[in-house]
């Protein structure tokens, strides 16, 4: 019995240490990213008064969603979902979408590039990126990556969930 | 020349850019949807400028031209056009052209900060790096 009450009491500890501030899942346009930002702002604003946080929190946001509509591949059956969630002092960002198979070795490289770096080569490979006299626009995606390694607290999270021999959906999980 | 004045979009910045006032000011949020096509004509005017002023750097000993950079924040696309406009007030100098670089940021965020001292690194002048206050 008494197990179940502190089972019960931590249950609810846990709940209110977790508060999701974003769910979108659907198409992921310009505007749409706009929508998206306006909306989880007043939200970062009620769960932390940290400026540098909800700054680095709404930079990687930007960031993943502006890397999906860039790059990400088009599927009304499998539309990109976007979530932010509190826990304790941290906040996770996952967001997924579907991508070309043909392009996951690409992006498999950039992601265990930034992972294999430490917090200063993170610093040093992004300004070095953007010192370099022109940025090919297939390159930006790097660029943006480094950008939310660069924010991160920890390494990126990240999965490739084969659906056909075309697509897979893309998982990526940051923690600020 | 004429002024140039762009207002302040949710994802574009105010430009406020008025040679009878010295003033280069870029002030806001950029993650504008083509970057290139937002700061390509800023930086064309600003690059014109600097060579209708460069043989009368006298008119600005006394009273040098200011840019002024107050963002509160910009996506990575951004940061390489920020960094070809301080590249270009860096030509200003290097003409002779008297001139006073700002770079502000929010207390608190650190990250701005840094930024600024790495994109203004180049720069043969010492800016000035402005906490506003919250």
């Not at chain 1, 198979?101 to 070095?128: H, M, P, R, T």
């Not at chain 2, 140039?4 to 806001?28: A, H």
Request: proline share 3%; glycine share 4%.
């Amino acid at each position: 019995m008494l197990f179940c009450k502190i089972h019960r009491y931590i249950f609810i500890i846990n709940m209110v240490k977790e508060v999701e501030l974003l769910k979108y899942k659907g198409v992921l346009n310009f505007e749409q990213i706009g929508v998206i930002l306006d909306k989880v702002q007043p939200e970062l604003d009620n769960y932390s008064s940290d400026t540098l946080v909800k700054k680095r929190i709404y930079s990687v946001l930007v960031e993943v969603l502006e890397n999906v509509h860039n790059h990400g591949y088009n599927n009304q059956e499998y539309l990109p979902q976007c979530i932010l969630t509190r826990y304790d002092d941290n906040f996770v960002i996952k967001i997924s979408n579907v991508v070309l198979n043909a392009n996951i070795e690409k992006f498999k490289n950039i992601l265990d590039y930034v992972n294999s770096l430490s917090e200063d080569e993170i610093n040093k490979s992004f300004y070095g990126k953007i010192k370099e006299k022109t940025i090919l626009e297939e390159s930006e995606a790097g660029v943006g990556i480094i950008q939310i390694a660069k924010k991160a607290s920890s390494k990126l999270v990240y999965n490739f969930k084969t659906i056909n021999d075309k697509i897979s959906y893309f998982t990526l999980k940051v923690t600020i | 020349m004429e002024n140039l004045l762009i207002e302040r979009t949710s994802v574009t910045p105010k430009v406020d850019f008025n040679p009878n006032k010295n003033l280069f000011e870029i002030c806001g949020s950029s993650r504008p949807e083509d970057v290139r096509v937002f700061y390509g004509p800023i930086l064309n005017k600003v690059e014109a400028f600097r060579k209708e002023i460069a043989y009368k750097t006298d008119d600005y000993i006394d009273n040098p031209f200011v840019f002024n950079f107050k963002f509160n924040y910009f996506n990575s696309s951004s940061a390489k056009f920020i960094l070809d406009i301080l590249i270009e007030v860096n030509n200003f100098h290097l003409d002779g052209i008297n001139i006073q670089v700002n770079w502000f940021f929010e207390e608190g965020d650190d990250d701005m900060k840094e930024v600024g001292e790495e994109l203004t690194e180049m720069l043969d002048i010492q800016p000035q790096y402005i906490m506003i206050k919250k």
